[in-house]
């Protein structure tokens, strides 16, 4: 059996789990009424985790960009192939555009990003009222597309290894 190797692998779980406590964070903090100590302080910790994420993103992909994914078995039909691919090439893309997004839609409402609470990103856009509500939009429907992909990522695990049995899950596995 073919598998991933272990940078990847440990890539694939930790970002995973960024995402999982990202998205948590995010659906917990607005949910919060007002503006309280806790609030805020939620919403700067779901910034620095979307950050990290970014930067593990990248280096998830500098490493797959100079390492193959191992080839996926034989008896696997073309049409699980090309969604897989097209599933892993989305998933990528809303890796980066999601905290891309949130720190637009950050800028636009005013609110720098300051990462750790030490490290103040640079402003790529000045605060704008009507950006705002857009990069709002944009990044809540980036994170449905996320959630919707997520769980089609891991029915489709969970498939290759309960029903096919065919090693497709444990090429990913520490």
């Known amino acids: 059996m073919l598998r991933y190797t272990l940078p990847a692998i440990l890539l694939h779980w930790l970002i995973a789990l960024l995402i999982i406590s990202a998205f948590a964070l995010g659906v917990t903090m607005v949910d919060i009424p007002g503006i309280t100590p806790t609030k805020l302080k939620y919403f700067s910790w779901h910034k620095w985790l979307g950050i990290t994420v970014l930067g593990f993103a990248s280096l998830r992909l500098l490493w797959r960009l100079g390492h193959k994914a191992p080839k996926y078995p034989a008896v696997m039909p073309d049409w699980q192939r090309s969604a897989a691919h ?73 498939k290759h290894h309960f029903i096919d049995r065919d090693g497709v899950f444990k090429r990913m596995l520490p």
């Open 86 to 158: 097209g599933l892993h090439a989305l998933l990528y893309v809303l890796m980066f555009a999601i905290p891309v997004s949130g720190y637009l839609y950050s800028l636009a409402a005013g609110v720098p990003v300051v990462y750790l609470g030490v490290l103040p990103l640079p402003a790529v856009i000045d605060a704008n009222p009507e950006w705002k509500p857009i990069f709002k939009q944009i990044h809540y429907w980036f994170n449905m597309t996320l959630l919707t992909m997520f769980a089609l990522h891991v029915a489709a695990a969970l």
